[in-house]
């Protein structure tokens, strides 16, 4: 099922939302998000639904394994077999056949490639419960002993199909009690109204554009047309899965859940480090927090490390070699910003660090589109480049950015803080704050209300996320 769906915005969650809100105790209303959020997986992958069950049945055992055994041998053995499972399972369904096919290309052989559909979300919730049982065996957080809450945690339709990766200890008090007041509802609802309009009015517009100029023989593409379509694709994805992240951390503010944000505005970082700091939060500090500092060969090693995190990075996103590397090609940029140090860094201009870091950012965008092959990724740099002999520009390119033009200019504004920041501001003028909190609502609504109307005749159009 998807977020940006008319069943889902005006079927499905209002019944939830009335099923829910029709009792008062927690344990109850816990018991309705589990059967919707069973039912929401099973209508967008009702053949491996039992894998999520099964998935939190082995899990909540192997939490109150690890607790019960707190630093002794078995408590390890858990651990490890929790890790094993569920990343062996991961690594099963989602690469298996590109293993295969290049087992087969490196050394001549004619292997069967198997055909798999790996389950929908499940990088998100292998990360999710992986980040459990690490937490519990550091003690960061005590095994969850109800084994019902333990399966809301790991089902919860919100997050279960394209993340944010939440992690247990940001939820757990949210589990057991929680309350919603009218500040959650209008926050949810708003962040729910503006994810979906950066879904259907922004993201899904600009994929139009992508498809016309990167979707057909990129040799055969203008240079400017080539970065034009690279520049697009990078806001597609961002306000496609921004848009899923904001419908998501809304959906479950509602239901009185707080979870942190998972984008912050990355086009205004001033360099690549930064930026991922502001991007798919969530992944990031996974791999910084869980990874980063793994051993390997018995010692930390800093670069070693680093590779580690970035390779892992880009293999997540996909069973092909331009997501490998897409991730160790930003883990060597933010290598150099380490080995330049963050001193020297900030004494760079700021007009030159902004210009380089979209640069490096706009192509790492195209390396992330091209899932085609090697040979997609290299016509895509030969043209940006100016070498594939088309010549600068056409016609196509020049009807396009005009009749795109506000298109491609509310995309562009909607990447600065329009409506965070002024309220910032405002905070200590409260006559000032309601006028700004009326405009957000009213905004909100106005935006809800267009995206509606967009989607009555729409393509069905998932989101991008969906696919990782």
């Known amino acids: 099922m998807i977020f940006s769906r008319l069943f889902f915005i005006y079927l499905f969650f209002p019944i939830c939302f009335l099923c829910y809100f029709a009792t008062k105790k927690t344990s109850y209303r816990n018991a309705v998000l589990i059967v919707f959020s069973l039912l929401f997986y099973a209508c967008g992958e009702p053949t491996y639904l039992w894998l999520v069950i099964a998935s939190a049945v082995l899990n909540y055992f192997l939490g109150r394994g690890i607790s019960a055994f707190q630093d002794r041998v078995p408590a390890k053995l858990f651990l490890a077999l929790g890790l094993i499972i569920n990343l062996g399972v991961l690594v099963g369904f989602k690469y298996t056949a590109f293993a295969v096919e290049n087992i087969n290309s490196w050394f001549d052989l004619s292997l069967t490639v198997p055909s798999l559909d790996f389950p929908l979300g499940i990088s998100f919730f292998t990360f999710r419960v992986v980040s459990y049982l690490i937490d519990c065996a550091w003690r960061k957080i005590s095994a969850e002993r109800n084994f019902f809450t333990f399966l809301l945690y790991e089902s919860f339709f919100p997050i279960t199909v394209s993340g944010p990766i939440v992690r247990y200890e940001t939820m757990q008090n949210d589990l057991h009690e929680r309350t919603v007041n009218a500040g959650d509802l209008s926050e949810g609802f708003t962040q729910i109204a503006i994810g979906l309009g950066k879904k259907v ?180 740099l030969w043209g940006l480049l100016g070498q594939n002999g088309i010549g600068w520009t056409d016609a196509l390119l020049e009807s396009s950015v005009r009749n795109n033009l506000f298109l491609l200019l509310a995309s562009v504004l909607c990447c600065f803080p329009l409506l965070s920041l002024p309220k910032k501001l405002m905070q200590k003028n409260s006559v000032a704050n309601l006028t700004l909190s009326i405009f957000s609502t009213v905004l909100a609504a106005a935006v809800f209300l267009i995206s509606s109307v967009l989607l009555v005749d729409a393509t069905n159009t998932p989101f991008l996320y969906t696919n990782f």
């Not at 992944?283 to 018995?298: E, Q």
């Not at 490390?305 to 331009?322: E, I, K, P, R």
Request: aromatic share 20%.
């Open 201 to 380: 009015i922004l993201a899904d517009n600009l994929g139009t554009i992508v498809d016309q100029f990167l979707g057909n023989s990129l040799s055969n593409q203008t240079t400017l047309g080539i970065w034009y379509g690279v520049i697009v694709y990078a806001m597609q994805i961002y306000f496609d899965f921004a848009g899923y992240s904001d419908m998501a951390i809304g959906i479950a503010r509602i239901f009185g859940f707080h979870l942190e944000e998972n984008f912050c505005y990355p086009f205004l970082c001033k360099d690549i480090t930064e930026f991922w700091q502001r991007w798919h939060i969530s992944l990031g500090t996974f791999f910084r927090d869980y990874l980063l500092y793994v051993p390997i060969f018995g010692k930390r090693r800093k670069y070693g490390g680093l590779f580690l995190v970035w390779f892992c990075t880009g293999l997540w996103h996909g069973a092909s070699w331009n997501y490998i590397i897409w991730g160790l090609y930003y883990g060597l940029f933010i290598l150099i910003e380490m080995c330049i140090g963050k001193k020297r860094m900030k004494k760079i201009p700021a007009v030159v660090r902004h210009i380089f870091n979209k640069l490096i950012i706009v192509i790492g965008f195209g390396i992330f589109y091209c899932s085609d092959g090697i040979s997609q990724l290299g016509e895509l």
